[in-house]
């Protein structure tokens, strides 16, 4: 039975993370700490890192801190919610920096509805250099107004 609250729970903060993506993304990104979320929007740097890369930090430190309690202060329920931040973490990695941004060169020819529309909803909101403009939302659910056919 526990392997059942186990997934339902790893689940459960998985899809909580594509909200909290975009609340963080329209809300802290696209509000007070703009100043390190702007050199993603306006590359005007060398570097392969961004300021915005800081951001994966804290939801990082969440996930370790869950993992600690699990493993040495005995709260089970802590594993499941780790994962799943971690899984998420990586979900938004492979999609938005290597698949969208290409900052690896893999998936170049992902050419199928999904992948057009995720594409075509961030360039959407990229084409926006400011800080007050361009919607915002997640990375996985993106609005069905963004897939053509």
Not at 45 to 63: L, Q
Not at 91 to 104: A, E, K, L, M, P
Not at 118 to 123: L, S
Request: a positive charge; one cysteine or more; charged letters at 15%.
């Amino acid at each position: 039975m526990q392997a059942i609250y186990w997934i339902l729970i790893f689940l459960g903060v998985f899809s909580t993370m594509e909200f909290m993506a975009w609340f963080t993304h329209k809300y802290v990104m696209h509000g007070f700490l703009w100043s390190l979320h702007k050199d993603h929007h306006h590359k005007n740097h060398d570097s392969w890192f961004e300021r915005n890369d800081a951001f994966f930090i804290f939801y990082a430190i969440v996930s370790m801190i869950c993992f600690y309690l699990w493993s040495y202060e005995d709260m089970w329920f802590c594993l499941p919610i780790a994962l799943g931040i971690m899984a998420y973490g990586a979900t938004y990695f492979v999609v938005h920096d290597i698949f969208i941004h290409q900052r690896f060169k893999l998936f170049r020819n992902a050419n199928n509805w999904y992948a057009k529309g995720v594409r075509r909803a961030h360039k959407i909101h990229h084409k926006h250099l400011g800080k007050n403009e361009g919607e915002c939302f997640g990375m996985l659910f993106v609005p069905f107004k963004y897939f053509k056919k």
